[in-house]
């Protein structure tokens, strides 16, 4: 094009000197808004010339995406976050339990009290390893005998209710054990409450308390001897653990009660 000569519509070559509708694009000039609208350019495609309305529309959407994207990714990262922090602490609480106080590993030690649920806390004050003297049978009956390789052991424990109204003792009762390096647990109310039937113990006897006032109001405190028949070579290793009682919907859950560990020694 020469330095005088008039320029001309890109699309038709038509001078655009003079012409009204004449626009220019860049270094592009056309003759007419249609030719304007339908230049192709080097690629052959038809160049979209968007107006300052929908460019704005068209960032404003792209903003609205990133933000979204932006929000997914941080809320992702967040869940990734908490369930981490929710495991972790879960861990951390499961490793407190089997190794804190009154786990197997540190159990409760002797004359100290610890809860041990439902309200109760127990404390264990002495043991009298070998009881087979001390526990009796009925005077009515011939004079009790301890089976071969087995051995009474007698406790004198207090158990405290400090929950509210009111509780019976023999629930505390039927979650009371003790145990012995064979791992073969003794259950209180079972038949190794110093053999089975009734067992006389010296005063106070607090199995005879629970079977005869079973109900403890708030506040009240039971003291007297607990007995259990083991076997001779448990006595040695000999610990008593605590079930604490599970919630209504336990079972359907397949939860386990956790245990209160205490030491006899």
């Known amino acids: 094009m020469g330095l005088f000569r008039s320029p001309q519509c890109v699309v038709c070559g038509r001078s655009v000197k003079g012409l009204e509708d004449a626009r220019q694009e860049g270094k592009l000039w056309f003759c007419s808004p249609s030719h304007h609208l339908s230049y192709r350019g080097p ?21 609205f995406g990133v933000l979204i994207a932006l929000i997914v990714v941080l809320a992702v990262v967040g869940a990734f976050i908490g369930t981490a922090t929710n495991s972790k602490a ?12 009154g786990s197997r590993a540190h ?4 004359r100290r009290s610890a809860a041990v649920g439902g309200g109760w806390k127990l404390r264990i ?5 070998n009881a087979d003297r001390l526990a009796k049978g009925p005077a009515s009956l011939p004079p009790r005998h301890v089976p071969v390789g087995a051995q009474d052991v007698m406790l004198l424990v207090t158990a405290t ?23 073969a647990p003794y259950q209180l109310t079972s038949g190794n409450g110093c053999g089975p039937g009734e067992v006389y113990l010296p005063p ?10 079973g109900q403890v109001f708030s506040g009240r405190t039971l003291r007297g001897h ?36 205490f030491a006899l020694r």
């Open 43 to 63: 690629t052959g495609k038809v160049k979209q010339h968007r107006g300052p309305l929908r460019r704005a529309l068209r960032w404003t959407l792209i903003a």
């Open 90 to 101: 879960a861990k951390s609480a499961r490793k407190t339990v089997a190794s804190g106080p």
């Open 125 to 129: 004050i002495s043991v009298t390893w």
């Open 107 to 110: 159990p409760i030690p002797l």
């Open 226 to 261: 607990i007995c259990f028949e083991v076997a001779k070579n448990d006595v040695s290793s000999l610990r008593l653990y605590v079930k604490r009682p599970l919630p209504a919907n336990a079972a359907l859950s397949g939860q386990q009660p956790s245990l209160v560990w």
């Open 204 to 213: 106070p006897d607090l199995e005879y308390t629970i079977g005869r006032d």
């Open 161 to 183: 209710f400090i929950g509210g109204g009111h509780a019976f003792a023999n629930d505390l009762a039927d979650r009371i054990y003790v145990i012995g390096k064979h791992n």
